[in-house]
């Protein structure tokens, strides 16, 4: 891990690969590890950094209000302390607003925005998930093995779970929510999470966007919150040059169940853009996409 002052705190971040910079902003709780699988495959075709944001991981944790604003400004300040005037940016479930406000505070700073896993606004089922992870987190613990099984049985699809693979991902959730969380900071992520509505600020994101959805993701941020409004589908249909990805078969987590699969999505919709050479390119359907 790599580490840059940014004012009053340091972030660290992992740096790797060459080529256009790819800026990695993690979920709830799970910081620079959440892109652990899916990493090897970008590095291919891309200068990743994967960034341990404020109050998770290795950066630092101050005791202080966090918002989306202040997280996506915290970017800003990385990309001036690294010297890179603009880059893609890919936020996955709590990133993925993050990823929205910067693309909307700073458009001219983003080249590509691929938002992984979110939503515009959650209803009352996604709240109620939400609330029960805090509650479990305050009674049982952050690394504990009660929480590990909910987001369980949230993230990963039934088929996963059931795999060879299944019990070792659940350990593995356990010691990545035990080494990358205060316990306030993560219930304050997703007391965010529970409130928030990217409706005002959809229309101010410029940047040719790519929004990936999982087809077996019916809890945490799924395609259509009741009434049909405030999933996925609306977070592609309000923003103004955006196209969607369904990763079939896989849960929240895709970018850890089929990383080859969400990796070949999201470099297929960067090449494009590289290929455009157009800041406002809308680009047709990637092969495989629905919409």
């Not at 965010?192 to 999982?214: F, H, K, Q, S, Y």
Request: aromatic share 8%; with cysteine.
């Amino acid at each position: 891990m790599q580490r840059v002052s940014i004012g009053d705190v340091t972030l660290a971040y992992e740096d790797a690969g060459q080529g256009e910079p790819l800026i990695q902003l993690h979920g709830a709780g799970f910081g620079h590890h959440n892109f652990g699988a899916v990493t090897p495959y970008l590095t291919r075709h891309f200068r990743v950094l994967n960034v341990d944001q404020r109050g998770f991981g290795e950066s630092d944790r101050p005791r202080h209000e966090y918002t989306f604003e202040s997280w996506a400004d915290d970017v800003a300040a990385l990309l001036d302390a690294l010297g890179i005037e603009s880059a893609h940016i890919h936020g996955s479930s709590m990133g993925g607003p993050v990823a929205v406000n910067f693309a909307a505070r700073h458009p001219s700073r983003v080249k590509g925005l691929i938002v992984s896993c979110s939503l515009v606004k959650p209803d009352r089922f996604a709240r109620i998930s939400y609330a029960l992870v805090r509650s479990i987190a305050r009674s049982y613990g952050v690394g504990s093995q009660e929480l590990a099984q909910f987001i369980s049985l949230c993230a990963l699809s039934r088929e996963y779970l059931e795999g060879p693979d299944g019990d070792d991902a659940v350990q593995q959730i356990a010691d990545i929510l035990e080494v990358n969380n205060d316990p306030d900071v993560f219930d304050r992520a997703w007391q965010l999470l529970a409130e928030m509505d990217l409706t005002p600020i959809l229309g101010d994101v410029r940047a040719p966007t790519l929004i990936v959805e999982a087809s077996e993701d019916f809890v945490i941020t799924p395609a259509r919150m009741a009434g049909g409004r405030g999933g996925t589908r609306e977070l592609a249909d309000g923003i103004p040059h955006a196209e969607l990805a369904v990763i079939e078969g896989s849960s929240h987590s895709h970018l850890f169940e089929k990383p080859g699969e969400s990796a070949t999505v999201i470099v297929g919709f960067l090449q494009r853009l590289q290929a455009a050479g157009d800041p406002t390119f809308s680009s047709s359907a990637v092969a495989g996409a629905q919409s």
